[in-house]
């Protein structure tokens, strides 16, 4: 069974950072195209960024030039990298790899 986890969300003020990790067991990590969504509540959920195992990146236009994807096969991890944050990313953020499994999301606020 695939168990994803993520973590690393909070506070941070609009033109800062932050670095959230997704942390997935039970699959073929480094084969696994893995992606990150976000959701505002009453919105539905919107893909972010993805990472297919060649490390070949896509971006959602409106996180392009500010949001980074990577990840790493042996810690089985992939991160977002997030600068220049505005309000307007204040979401839940969450993993998924390429079968379906999500995780329960971490949250992320942007706010002064």
């Known amino acids: 069974q695939v168990r994803i986890v993520e973590s690393g969300g909070g506070l941070v003020q609009p033109g800062g950072s932050l670095r959230i990790a997704c942390t997935a067991q039970?699959?073929?990590?480094?084969?696994?195209?893995m992606a990150w969504y976000r959701q505002i509540p009453g919105k539905e959920r919107e893909f972010v960024a993805d990472i297919d195992s060649e490390l070949n990146t896509n971006y959602a236009d409106s996180v392009k030039s500010r949001f980074t994807i990577s990840r790493d096969n042996v810690k089985r991890t992939v991160w977002l990298q997030m600068n220049r944050l505005r309000p307007e990313d204040t979401a839940v953020y969450y993993c998924r790899d390429e079968k379906g499994a999500w995780g329960k999301g971490t949250l992320v606020t942007v706010s002064s």
């Open positions: 039970g699959n073929i990590f480094w084969l696994s195209t």
